[in-house]
């Protein structure tokens, strides 16, 4: 499975900015995908993620701001970043999986396949 982010940039504060990842290689739905970020001197931390099936999970930080969903049709995923705040800016990273359950949707290490970074900076 190759991974292609786009969307990333430089927005003010408040502002919104969207995110689209598209999975290739494979014929079927990948089970899930997800965002992850790195901001600069941090650890890469869990953002969102959404299954197949529709089941979706975000982080405590970003939760009633971003939304992710699913194209199963396309393979994609999408990740509306709304109310951005300067505390987001990080290198965003697709990611995504075979089925998973519970806290395994928040591991980073859980994740096989990884797609290129894209920038958000928000300034303040």
């Known amino acids: 499975v190759q991974l292609q982010a786009s969307g990333g940039g430089l927005v003010q504060a408040g502002d919104s900015l969207r995110l689209s990842c598209a999975a290739s290689g494979r014929a079927n739905p990948v089970p899930v995908m997800g965002w992850f970020r790195q901001a600069p001197g941090k650890e890469r931390e869990f953002v969102a993620t959404c299954t197949s099936g529709g089941i979706t999970i975000y982080a405590d930080s970003v939760e009633g701001r971003f939304t992710i969903s699913r194209d199963n049709a396309k393979n994609t995923a999408s990740l509306q970043m709304n109310s951005l705040k300067p505390e987001d800016t990080a290198v965003y990273y697709c990611?995504?999986?075979?089925?998973?359950?519970?806290?395994?949707?928040?591991?980073?290490?859980?994740?096989?396949?990884w797609g290129q970074g894209t920038l958000v900076t928000v300034s303040s």
């Open positions: 990611a995504a999986s075979g089925f998973l359950s519970g806290i395994s949707y928040r591991n980073s290490n859980k994740y096989s396949y």
